[in-house]
């Protein structure tokens, strides 16, 4: 056993530097290296593709519409169009369905409707637009309009059903006589109507105090017939394929002396200024085909000869053309309006600018 001694004292002298080394003061555990923390590497942000959306904007059936602007709904993208050819083209469109806008709205040959395009992994470059014609633009009151010479058969008719309309006065007064015909645009970008050559029946109703020709469409109203009236005329076209009516109104003109059309002489002026007999109105500066450029409603006072104008329909509206003003009517039959500034037209920007101080004639 003694001869064991020396090692058991040295194995204590190694437990003992052992045990002093852990209770150092720092006992925290420092690994023998340290590594820099794992770096992860920037992904790029991917490139959208974009493409390119071109064309022609139009302003009539043979010309271009020169320093107008198109623009995209919802990016907001723009380009106007070349002041040489009417050629536009937007750049950086990425994928997508897009509202294109034209601006002028409306030009003398009618009005833009903003149209939908796709962009789809190509270049769009051959999206061109012109403006609707105005036989088919949304329109006020109606009145006796002229025709173009010559006839189309209906099953011809390049246009839905409810194109067709009825030419002919809206007023009328005792004893007038008129004939309505059956008109229609020949095809939907075309600005003029023409009559209609296909069988038509015509019926007025009610049959007391009027009456109308079922072949000739000749409407004879009364020299007994009571004003403030109204009656309805109808066609029914072919055999039962279409039916359309309108209403006639037969009217005193010493009740209504602004009921007609009047026209100014002035150039720039007022083409075509409507009121009917039943209290709507519509404005015309600078015609084409059918095409109107406001509407409304109207009352005056004849005692006072106060006379308010309220647009509530309009391919584009003159600055100030509505509102609150005086007529008269002189001896020589001329329509004088003081404070209503109706419109004029201004050839360069092809659009309305303010004109008053109208004197119309019928």
């Known amino acids: 056993m003694r001869k064991l001694?020396?090692?058991?004292?040295?194995?204590?002298?190694?437990?003992?530097?052992?045990v002093l080394a852990c209770n150092t003061s720092d006992s925290t555990l420092v690994p023998a290296t340290a590594l820099p923390p794992t770096s992860v590497p920037e992904t790029p942000a991917p490139t959208i593709p974009t493409y390119s959306i071109g064309g022609v904007i139009l302003n009539s059936s043979n010309?271009?519409?020169?320093?107008?602007?198109?623009?995209?709904?919802?990016?907001?993208?723009?380009?106007?169009?070349?002041?040489d050819d009417g050629v536009y083209q937007i750049m950086g469109v990425p994928d997508g369905e897009y509202l294109v806008?034209?601006?002028?709205?409306?030009?003398?040959?009618?009005?833009?409707?903003?149209?939908?395009?796709?962009?789809?992994?190509?270049?769009?470059?051959?999206?061109?637009?012109?403006?609707?014609?105005?036989?088919?633009?949304?329109?006020g009151p109606r009145l006796a309009r002229s025709v173009v010479e010559g006839a189309i058969l209906l099953e011809d008719i390049e246009f839905p059903a409810d194109n067709l309309v009825i030419l002919g006065p809206i007023d009328m007064q005792a004893g007038d006589s008129s004939e309505l015909v059956l008109a229609a645009p020949p095809c939907l970008r075309?600005?003029?109507?023409?009559?209609?050559?296909?069988?038509?029946?015509?019926?007025?109703?009610?049959?007391?105090?009027?009456?109308?020709?079922?072949?000739?469409?000749?409407?004879?109203?009364?020299?007994?017939?009571?004003?403030?009236?109204?009656?309805?005329?109808t066609?029914?076209?072919?055999?039962?394929?279409?039916?359309?009516?309108?209403?006639?109104?037969?009217?005193?003109?010493e009740d209504n002396p602004l009921a007609g059309v009047w026209s100014e002489t002035g150039e720039n002026g007022v083409n075509t200024l409507l009121f009917t007999s039943s209290g709507e109105f519509a404005?015309?500066?600078?015609?084409?085909?059918?095409?109107?450029?406001?509407?409304?409603?109207?009352?005056?006072?004849?005692?006072?000869?106060d006379l308010v104008l309220t647009a509530?329909?309009?391919?584009?509206?003159?600055?100030?053309?509505?509102?609150?003003?005086?007529?008269?009517?002189?001896?020589?039959?001329?329509?004088t309006l003081t404070g209503h500034c109706l419109g004029a037209w201004d050839a360069n920007e092809q659009s309305l600018v303010e004109g008053c101080g109208h004197v119309l004639e019928r």
């Not at 001694?5 to 052992?18: D, Q, W, Y």
Request: aromatic share 10%; glycine share 10%; proline share 7%.
């Open 63 to 83: 010309d271009w519409l020169l320093g107008g602007k198109v623009w995209l709904s919802p990016s907001g993208q723009s380009a106007q169009t070349s002041t």
């Open 312 to 335: 509530d329909g309009a391919n584009q509206v003159a600055p100030e053309g509505v509102g609150i003003g005086t007529f008269e009517i002189g001896a020589d039959g001329a329509l």
């Open 190 to 233: 075309c600005e003029d109507l023409i009559t209609v050559d296909a069988p038509v029946t015509w019926s007025v109703a009610p049959g007391i105090g009027v009456k109308i020709d079922p072949e000739t469409g000749v409407l004879d109203v009364s020299p007994a017939a009571s004003t403030d009236f109204s009656y309805t005329v």
């Open 5 to 18: 001694r020396p090692v058991f004292i040295l194995c204590l002298a190694l437990i003992s530097t052992l």
């Open 283 to 305: 404005v015309t500066i600078n015609p084409y085909g059918n095409y109107q450029d406001y509407w409304g409603t109207y009352t005056f006072d004849l005692a006072i000869g």
């Open 101 to 139: 806008s034209v601006a002028p709205e409306c030009v003398a040959h009618g009005c833009y409707e903003p149209a939908y395009v796709t962009v789809a992994g190509a270049d769009v470059l051959d999206f061109h637009m012109a403006p609707i014609p105005a036989a088919v633009l949304p329109n």
């Open 235 to 253: 066609a029914d076209v072919g055999e039962g394929e279409y039916s359309l009516s309108v209403d006639v109104d037969v009217y005193s003109q």
